[in-house]
Nanobody, 125 residues
Framework: QVHLVESGGGSVQAGGSLRLSCGVSGATYRSNCMGWFRQAPGKEREGVGTIFDNGGFYYGDSVKGRFTINRDQNAMYLQMNNLKPEDTAMYYC?????????????????????WGQGTQVTVSS
């Protein structure tokens, strides 16, 4: 199991930036795809972006050009720029088991086995 802990959430005005972090530990060798998801009240969980072990990056249409994922050995990051009120949500990091890159690219929460506890992002207008 991969252990994940998010941090960095908070409140920001529209147009501002935040950087989320996800500490990664445990059986990381069991996963080759990690991602960020978000869920607003009353809405389904949405894929924000994923990173595959070969360096492939995949983003949801609503965040392309504004959000960027990076990763180092011990953590994954989500840089969020030009934030909008509709970005308000609980943000989660997640890890799959060993999957094909095609699976990583489709940003489906059902493909992810391990999850963090989430960090809240609130964007005011």
């Amino acid at each position: 199991q991969v252990h994940l802990v998010e941090s960095g959430g908070g409140s920001v005005q529209a147009g501002g930036s935040l950087r989320l972090s996800c500490g990664v530990s445990g059986a990381t060798y069991r996963s080759n795809c990690m991602g960020w998801f978000r869920q607003a009240p009353g809405k389904e969980r949405e894929g924000v972006g994923t990173i595959f072990d070969n360096g492939g990056f995949y983003y949801g249409d609503s965040v392309k050009g504004r959000f960027t994922i990076n990763r180092d050995q011990n953590a994954m990051y989500l840089q969020m720029n030009n934030l909008k009120p509709e970005d308000t949500a609980m943000y989660y990091c997640a890890a799959t088991r060993i999957v094909r890159e095609e699976v990583c690219s489709r940003l489906q929460s059902r493909d992810f086995a391990d999850w963090g506890q989430g960090t809240q992002v609130t964007v005011s207008s």
